[in-house]
């Protein structure tokens, strides 16, 4: 069986929590986190958690730490979710780039910051739902 490993990052701005807006045509907007699939070239995960921060929403990070692993069997494959934590140390969407941007299959994805606090955090549809419980069980103590 494959094994597809993924770095994604809930990122901490000055009292805020940014994810990722996703939408199509005809359906329900959601949040998720910045990231995506480890590649061959990438030196190990926080590389391309890195790289994938820059490439979604054109920013760069502080240290990371992985809070949360999800394993998700699909078929043939299964996939490994690496959550991080880490603060955003600056963004300018004029620098994202990758194929994301250029493909118009993988429907809008735009940053959005929401406050660092649960009513926030749960009027966002977070996906998937495991990160959401653990988000909302921690934000208050990302917080302090």
């Not at 005809?26 to 995506?36: H, L, N, S, W």
């Not at 699939?37 to 054109?58: Q, T």
């Not at 999800?70 to 955003?88: C, I, W």
Request: with cysteine; aromatic share 6%; glycine share 10%.
């Amino acid at each position: 069986m494959r094994v597809r490993h993924k770095a994604r990052a809930v990122l901490l701005d000055d009292g805020h929590l940014v994810f990722l807006k996703r939408g199509w045509p005809g359906g329900d907007p959601y949040c998720t986190t910045v990231g995506g699939s480890v590649e061959p070239e990438d030196a190990d995960l926080e590389a391309a958690l890195r790289r994938e921060v820059m490439e979604e929403i054109g920013a760069t990070i502080g240290p990371a730490i992985e809070f949360l692993t999800l394993t998700e069997p699909r078929g043939t494959s299964t996939v490994v979710q690496h959550y991080f934590l880490a603060d955003l140390l600056d963004m300018d969407l004029d620098r994202r780039h990758g194929p994301e941007l250029d493909d118009p299959d993988t429907g809008d994805f735009e940053p959005v910051r929401v406050a660092l606090g649960r009513p926030a955090v749960a009027a966002l549809n977070l996906q998937p739902a495991e990160l959401a419980d653990y988000v909302l069980a921690h934000v208050e103590a990302w917080g302090a």
